[in-house]
């Protein structure tokens, strides 16, 4: 069964501090492997989309790397702002276009 | 270019009543997903439609759900005879024809009471 698992479920940073969130997949074929971020009472809004192993992609302080297992997302020098959950998801090729997401990371960035 | 949209963004309901939930994808986007956020759990997928036709439906409970995608106006999601364990939020995203990533609008928040 295709199964994404985030970890920590939560942390706390201080301005300034980077860190990495981690996302670790099972899946019989991967598609593509997707990054969001959501805010409370919000929709996940798209960060990055991942395809193969190696792969990496950078947006502001935020990057994101692919191996076959797993994904990361690097936080560099987080500010407040960046105060968020951040979701996982993975499509799986021939599961027509449907994500399975992971349960997310709260993401708590203190002045 | 306006987001998705879905309205209204918040529905209270009483038991046994039907909710009905919108949603107009992103302009050019022809492909539209349901998913629903029960409280303290993650998103789960529940449909996939293109216009006029049912892609994927293998995430919908089997009773009182059911969803569409006209040729002309918004997706339509559907519960019948509302349960309590029906309040959530439900999410609808969209995508264009040829590429992969999702866009998701605000969500509607259902209360069932």
């Known amino acids: 069964e295709d199964q994404v698992t985030q970890s920590p479920e939560a942390l706390r940073l201080q301005e300034g501090e980077s860190s990495s969130l981690n996302c670790s997949y099972t899946v019989s074929g991967l598609r593509g492997l997707f990054w969001y971020r959501q805010d409370p009472g919000k929709g996940p809004e798209f960060l990055f989309t991942l395809y193969s192993a190696g792969e990496e992609k950078e947006k502001e302080r935020l990057k994101a790397t692919l191996t076959k297992k797993e994904s990361f997302l690097h936080i560099t020098a987080p500010k407040p702002e960046d105060s968020a959950t951040y979701l996982c998801a993975v499509q799986a090729t021939g599961g027509y276009n449907k994500l399975i997401f992971g349960a997310g990371t709260r993401l708590a960035v203190h002045p | 270019n306006a987001g998705v949209m879905q309205n209204p963004r918040h529905l209270v309901r009483r038991r046994g009543q039907e909710a009905r939930l919108r949603c107009s994808p992103m302009k050019g986007h022809s492909h539209v997903y349901w998913y629903r956020q029960l409280p303290e759990e993650g998103l789960k997928f529940m449909v996939y439609?293109?216009?006029?036709?049912?892609?994927?439906e293998s995430g919908m409970p089997k009773e009182r759900f059911s969803a569409e995608f006209p040729k002309e106006g918004p997706s339509i999601l559907r519960i019948q005879q509302v349960v309590r364990g029906d309040s959530a939020a439900y999410f609808c995203a969209s995508s264009p024809p040829v590429r992969f990533e999702q866009y998701f609008g605000p969500g509607t928040r259902l209360t069932v009471t």
């Open positions: 439609l293109q216009k006029e036709n049912i892609i994927d």
